[in-house]
C-alpha cells in the first residue's frame, strides 16, 4: 500500500517539530589538460560562493551553499564534510540520505564510487562504519531480513548452517577476486564516537542492498548474488515499491547481503556493478543510464553478555539505514548525438529529474505557505508517485532522516546552460527544510561476569540492579524461564505478589542443581576420570564432526564441477544436434529443388520432341500434297534432252508454256527466339578443311566451338552440331552436319537426340554425278579445269551448290545409320 496522505492533526504536530535544512555541497570539477580553446565560466569566490559568467551577461550570477569545493580538493575533504556525519548519525540510530546532482560528464560517478587509489564517498562510509561498530558485530546470520523490510533473530545452530552454506556458494561464486579487488584499494582510517552507547551491551549486523532505477523500472544489481556458476541474466527481474509496516517504502524482494568488514561490503557493491547500466555518449565514455541506490542499514539489538548471545525478542531491535544515490545525469540529445535506446533513456533520466525538482519546489512553496498563513493554510500535493525514485525517498523529505547532496558543475562554458540550470536547482533544494528525527531510546546492557550470581531478593517490576557505572541490568522476568507448576492465585495472594511466588520457586531450584553440582564436582576419584573421559569424547566428536564436514565440502565441490561438465557437455551436444539439424534441412531444401528443377527440364524436353515431330509430320503432308497436284518432268529428262548427240544441229524446240510451281519452302527451319537461352555446342575437326562456298553452316544461338567432345561440354548445352568432311568419288568436298538436342538424363548426366542432317556438296559440271536426291539447277558458277591435264572443259555452265537437308526418316537405308532418331551419344555420369 501506498502512504496516505496526513490529516490535519498530524501536519499540525511536523509542523510544530524542530526541522534542519538540506545540506547543498558544490564540488567544481577541474578543467581538463589537454583541451583547446578552452573557456571557463565558474568562478569560486569563498567556501560557500560559487560565480556563474554567462557570454553577454552584465555581472555574474552569485550562488550560495553549504561549501563549495574548489577543483583542488580532495575526496577526503568531501567525506568529512558530507560523508562522515551521516556515519555518525547512522551509528546513532537516525536515518540518511546523500545523493549526487549535475549534468552527464560533471564528475558524479567519481565523487560517489573514486578509484583504488582515490576512493569516493561510497568506501569511506563503508570503512568508517566498521572501524566504528567491528568490535560489537554479532556472529553472522543470527540477524536475518525477513523479506517485508523487517529482521529476525534465528538461533546459533540455524546460523551456523547458513554460514556454512553461504561460505561453499562464495568459494566458487568467484568470490575471492572480488575480494582481492576489494582490498587492494586505500582504507579510510576515520571513525565516530559512539556516544550514549559507548557503556550499552548492545550486538548489531550491517546490510547492504544495491539498485537501480532503470527506464521507469527498479532492477535488483545482487539478483544472481552468491550463486556459483550463475551467468548474469539478458533480462533482469522488475521489482515494484512497498510500504511496510511502518510506512517506509522499500524494493519488494531486492536481496540483503550481511557484511562484517569494508571490504567485503565493497566486493558486494563491485558484484553488483558488472550488472549497472552503463553506455557510452558523445559526451562521456561510461555515461550512467540509471539511478543506482546503494543502501547501509545498521541493525542494532540487544545483547546478553551472561548468555554470549542476542537477546531473542524482535521487537528490541532497532534499524537505521543511509542511502548512497548516485543520480544519473541530465543532457541534451543535441550535443550528445543520442537516437534509439540511448535517447529514450535520456528521455527517461531527465524525466524522473523533472519529477524531483517539482517534488522541491512543492516543498519549498509549502513551507513558505505554512511560514506566512499558519498550519492551516492552503498546501499542494508532492507529486512523489510520478517517478519510482521520488516515491522512493519520500520518507526522507517527510522528516524520517537527514538529507544532503553533492552538486557536480563543470567549468566548460560550452554548458552554461546546463549548469545554470543545476545551479538553479541546488539553491531552491537549500532552502528546503525537512523534520529532524530524534534518536530512539533503545534497552542498554551493561556487560556481566560469565557466572551470574543468584541475588537474595527479587528485583521489583518497576527496579533494576544497578552497577557501579550507572548502566542498569536487564529485568529477570523477561529472560527467566517461567516454571511450569506456577502456584494459583491464592498462593500468589498468600505470599505476596505472582512474580515472587515464582522467583522463590527458581531460587530453590537453583539450590537444588548446585548442591547436585557440588557433589558430583566432589563426587571422588572416579570424577577425574570422568572428566577425561568426556573431554576425549568430545574431542574424538569434533575431529570425527571435521572430517565429515570435509568430506561433506569434498563432495559438494565434485558436485558442482560435475554439474558444471554436465551442462557443458549438454551445451555441446544441444549445439551439435541444432547444427546437424539445419544441415538436415539444407540438405532436404536442395533435393526438393533439384526435383523440382528436372521435373521442370523433362517436361520442357517432351514438349519440344513432341511440337518439332508433329510440324516435320505436317510439312511433309503438305509436300506430299503439292507434289501430287502439280508434278513436273524430272531433271534428268531434262539434262539427256539438252545434252543428247542428236539436239546439237537441231533447234530446240521453244518452250511450252506450263504452269510454274509453288515456291520452295523448309518445313524444317524455325526461329528460335536469342532471348531463350540457347546454348549450342558446334563439334568439328581440328584442321577442318574450307569449302569456299556460298551457301555454309550457320550456327543459330551462343555458340561453343570444341575440337574434342567432353562430358562437362554438354552439361549446359541446349543443343548439339557435329561437322564431318568427306570426299566424294569425283574429287569433291561433301560436308554433313548432324544436329540434335541436348536432354538430360536420370542419372544426371546428359544425352544427345540426333534429329536432322545437313548435307553441303561441290560437283563439277563436266562429271555430273547425279544421285538420289541430288538436285541441279542453272545459277552463276565458275570455272573449273578438267582433271584430264590438256583437253578444255565444255562451254560455260552454270553451277549451284548442292544443299540439301534430310530428316533421319530419310537416313533409313543409309549405309551410316540404323535406327531414326537414335540417341548417338550419352554423357550419364553413373
Not at 526522507?396 to 558543475?409: E, I, P, Q, T
Not at 529532524?436 to 556481566?448: D, E, F, G, L, M
Not at 574424538?540 to 561438465?565: G, Q, S, T, V, Y
Request: proline fraction near 5%; include cysteine; charged fraction near 30%.
Amino acid at each position: 500500500m501506498l502512504g496516505r496522505t496526513p490529516g490535519r492533526g498530524v501536519r499540525n504536530r511536523i509542523n510544530s517539530q524542530p526541522r534542519e535544512a538540506v545540506e547543498v555541497f558544490c564540488r567544481v570539477r577541474p578543467a581538463p589538460l589537454s583541451a583547446a580553446n578552452f573557456e571557463d565560466c565558474l568562478t569560486v569566490k569563498d567556501e560557500r560562493t560559487l560565480l556563474l559568467d554567462r557570454a553577454g551577461a552584465m555581472r555574474s550570477t552569485e550562488y550560495t551553499f553549504t561549501r563549495v569545493f574548489d577543483d583542488a580538493s580532495k575526496q577526503s575533504e568531501v567525506f568529512s564534510s558530507a560523508g562522515l556525519p551521516l556515519v555518525e548519525e547512522l551509528v546513532q540510530g537516525r536515518n540518511g540520505l546523500l545523493f549526487t546532482y549535475g549534468v552527464t560528464g560533471s564528475g558524479k560517478s567519481f565523487t560517489m564510487q573514486g578509484h583504488p587509489d582515490n576512493p569516493g564517498l561510497l568506501p569511506r562510509c563503508l570503512d568508517s562504519l566498521f572501524n566504528s561498530v567491528g568490535s560489537r558485530l554479532a556472529k553472522k546470520f543470527v540477524i536475518q531480513p525477513d523479506r517485508c523490510n523487517g529482521f529476525d533473530i534465528h538461533s546459533e545452530a540455524e546460523a551456523m548452517m547458513e554460514r556454512q552454506r553461504v561460505e561453499l556458494e562464495r568459494r566458487h561464486g568467484g568470490w575471492r577476486q572480488l575480494e582481492a579487488e576489494a582490498a587492494s584499494r586505500i582504507r579510510e582510517s576515520a571513525r565516530v564516537p559512539l556516544g550514549e552507547l559507548e557503556g550499552d551491551a548492545f550486538g548489531c549486523a550491517v546490510f547492504v542492498s544495491y539498485v537501480e532505477i532503470y527506464n521507469k523500472l527498479a532492477y535488483d544489481l545482487l539478483e544472481d548474488f552468491g550463486v556459483p556458476g550463475q551467468v548474469l541474466r539478458a533480462e533482469p527481474t522488475s521489482r515494484a515499491l512497498r510500504e511496510d509496516a511502518r510506512r517506509n517504502m522499500y524494493v519488494s524482494g531486492a536481496l540483503e547481503v550481511e557484511c562484517r568488514s569494508g571490504d567485503e561490503a565493497f566486493a558486494v557493491f563491485l558484484k553488483g556493478c558488472a550488472r549497472r547500466q552503463v553506455a557510452q555518449t558523445a559526451l562521456n565514455a561510461e555515461s550512467s543510464r540509471s539511478h543506482s541506490v546503494f543502501t547501509i542499514r545498521l541493525v542494532r539489538g540487544c545483547y546478553d553478555c551472561r548468555l554470549g548471545e542476542m537477546v531473542p525478542d524482535k521487537s528490541l531491535l532497532h534499524v537505521s539505514q543511509l542511502c548512497l544515490v548516485d543520480l544519473a545525469g541530465s543532457e541534451r540529445s543535441l550535443r550528445t548525438g543520442n537516437a534509439g535506446s540511448r535517447l529514450r533513456e535520456a528521455s527517461n533520466i531527465n524525466n524522473s529529474l523533472l519529477v524531483l525538482k517539482r517534488c522541491i519546489e512543492a516543498l519549498r512553496e509549502n513551507q513558505r505557505a505554512v511560514s506566512a498563513g499558519g498550519a492551516n493554510a492552503a498546501t499542494k500535493i508532492v507529486p512523489y508517485r510520478e517517478s519510482k525514485m521520488t516515491q522512493l525517498f519520500k520518507n526522507f523529505f517527510d522528516g524520517d532522516g537527514s538529507v544532503k547532496m553533492v552538486l557536480c558543475v563543470n567549468r566548460n562554458a560550452e554548458e552554461v546552460e546546463e549548469t545554470a540550470n543545476v545551479l538553479k536547482f541546488a539553491e531552491m533544494a537549500s532552502e528546503v527544510q525537512v523534520v529532524r528525527s530524534k534518536v530512539p531510546q533503545t534497552p542498554r546492557w551493561q556487560a556481566a561476569t560469565p557466572r551470574p550470581q543468584v541475588p537474595s531478593a527479587p528485583p521489583s517490576s518497576s527496579e533494576s540492579a544497578e552497577d557501579g557505572s550507572g548502566g542498569r541490568m536487564w529485568q529477570f522476568d523477561s529472560i527467566l524461564p517461567v516454571s511450569p507448576s506456577a502456584p494459583d492465585s491464592a498462593t500468589a495472594a498468600a505470599g505476596g505478589s505472582l512474580r515472587e511466588s515464582q522467583w522463590e520457586l527458581w531460587e530453590q531450584r537453583a539450590r537444588l542443581f548446585r548442591a547436585e553440582l557440588d557433589a558430583v564436582w566432589d563426587g571422588g576419584s572416579g570424577s577425574g576420570d570422568l572428566l577425561e573421559e568426556v573431554q576425549r569424547l568430545q574431542a574424538a566428536h569434533r575431529a570425527e564432526k571435521a572430517r565429515l564436514e570435509k568430506r561433506l565440502r569434498n563432495a559438494e565441490m565434485r558436485l558442482c564441477k560435475d554439474r558444471a561438465a554436465a551442462d557443458t557437455g549438454k551445451k555441446e551436444l544441444l549445439s551439435r544436434l541444432e547444427g546437424q539439424e539445419n544441415q538436415l534441412r539444407r540438405e532436404r531444401a536442395d533435393k526438393e529443388r533439384l526435383r523440382d528443377q528436372f521435373k521442370y527440364r523433362m517436361d520442357a524436353v517432351q514438349k519440344s520432341a513432341v511440337r518439332p515431330r508433329l510440324r516435320r509430320s505436317r510439312s511433309q503432308e503438305q509436300l506430299n500434297a503439292d507434289a501430287a497436284a502439280a508434278p513436273t518432268p524430272g531433271l534428268v529428262s531434262r539434262l539427256r534432252c539438252r545434252f543428247s548427240p542428236g539436239a546439237s544441229g537441231q533447234k530446240a524446240p521453244p518452250p511450252q508454256p506450263q504452269e510454274l510451281p509453288p515456291p520452295p519452302s523448309n518445313p524444317r527451319y524455325r526461329r528460335r527466339s536469342r532471348s531463350a537461352g540457347q546454348l549450342v555446342v558446334d563439334h568439328h575437326a581440328k584442321h577442318e578443311t574450307p569449302s569456299g562456298t556460298v551457301l555454309c553452316t550457320k550456327v543459330p544461338g551462343k555458340r561453343k566451338s570444341v575440337t574434342k567432345l567432353e562430358v562437362r561440354d554438354i552439361r549446359k548445352a541446349t543443343d548439339y552440331v557435329l561437322t564431318h568432311q568427306t570426299a566424294d568419288g569425283s574429287g569433291g568436298l561433301r560436308t554433313e552436319v548432324y544436329k540434335g538436342s541436348v536432354t538430360p538424363t536420370a542419372g544426371g548426366g546428359s544425352a544427345v537426340r540426333f534429329n536432322d542432317v545437313e548435307r553441303l556438296e561441290q560437283m563439277s559440271p563436266t562429271r555430273v554425278g547425279i544421285s538420289d536426291g541430288s538436285w541441279l539447277t542453272g545459277g552463276s558458277g565458275r570455272k573449273r579445269k578438267a582433271s584430264g591435264g590438256g583437253a578444255a572443259g565444255p562451254p560455260r555452265t552454270q553451277l549451284r551448290p548442292l544443299h540439301l537437308t534430310e530428316s533421319p526418316d530419310d537416313f533409313n537405308n543409309d549405309e551410316d545409320e540404323d535406327n531414326s532418331g537414335a540417341s548417338l551419344m550419352s554423357t550419364d555420369e553413373d
